[in-house]
């Protein structure tokens, strides 16, 4: 069986969307710790929401390059904006 040859840019974008998913959990898990004394309840549900952002952190392939690109464009703009993160999130 041959080996499908992976080119650097692809291997260099899937590194740049999953950190840009470690910048939003970066983000969900700072408002986590802020919530955990004064709203239990929203803590948890931020915890939830943080485990959907590890699932598709680890769903990235280096062999889907167009997922990776996606989440580039979607989560990029954000994760800059902490407004804009939070209204969209």
Do not use: C
Request: proline residues 2%.
């Amino acid at each position: 069986m041959a080996e499908q040859e992976i080119s650097y840019d692809a291997i260099l974008r899937t590194e740049i969307a999953i950190e840009i998913l470690n910048q939003a959990r970066a983000i969900v898990t700072a408002r986590v710790y802020e919530l955990e004394g004064t709203d239990p309840e929203g803590a948890d549900a931020l915890r939830r929401r943080r485990r959907d952002l590890i699932a598709v952190q680890h769903s990235v392939a280096v062999a889907d390059r167009e997922t990776a690109e996606n989440l580039i464009a979607l989560w990029g703009p954000r994760v800059k904006d902490e407004a804009r993160f939070w209204a969209e999130f």
